[in-house]
């Protein structure tokens, strides 16, 4: 775990984090304007610099926003000020750390990918705590069926289903492209919209 973190810490330091298109990303928009992530109490888990959080703060969700790098929730919280939008904001992690809870809504974009291969047992328990039946979760993945390196991890939907299927049903599963830092890099990922059961 300390070398994720370290991995982490050292990208944001370096400006090195292609992930941080500094945009809204337009899937979550879709989601959220098709009144599919019903409820006001939101978890976004790995916020980085915050853009999502601020934009679903903005659209009325009381939002919590946890990432474990330092840096990355400092300038997330600039974000929030510039913006004049309250988040409750937390340098904490999300397969350890309690996150509070439950709530309406769990948001991430790039992190289930990631933390599949940390610890996906002890980050579904982190789930399960902060969730309960009916709270939609919305992830963002990259999709195996086009693997970049360097580029994000990637998951097969047989893999998300057998891994997230025990505890939550599949509302919604579509494909579309990740927005980065450069208009060249545009990588297939998943659209995953679950419901607690
Ligand atoms: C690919 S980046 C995506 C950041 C942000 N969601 C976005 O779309 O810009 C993954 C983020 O998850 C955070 N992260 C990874 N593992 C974490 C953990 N165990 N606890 C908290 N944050 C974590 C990283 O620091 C990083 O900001």
Redesign the pocket.
Known sequence: ?AN??HD??KA?EKGH?P???GVP?LELVRVVNAGLLPGRKLL??????G??AVELARRGYKVTA????TK?VERAKLKAEAARVEIDFRV?????DDLGGPFDVIF????YH??RR?DLAAFLERLSAASRKGTRWLTLAGHAGEVHQPG?PTVSEAEFRAELGTLFQFIEVREFRFGTDSDDFRPLAWSILMERK
């Open positions: 775990m994720e973190l982490f810490d944001y984090t992930w941080d298109s990303c976004e888990l790995g916020c980085g610099t853009t999502n946890a990432d474990f790098v990355a904490a992690d999300v397969i350890k991430d974009r790039g992190v990631h933390i940390v994000p």
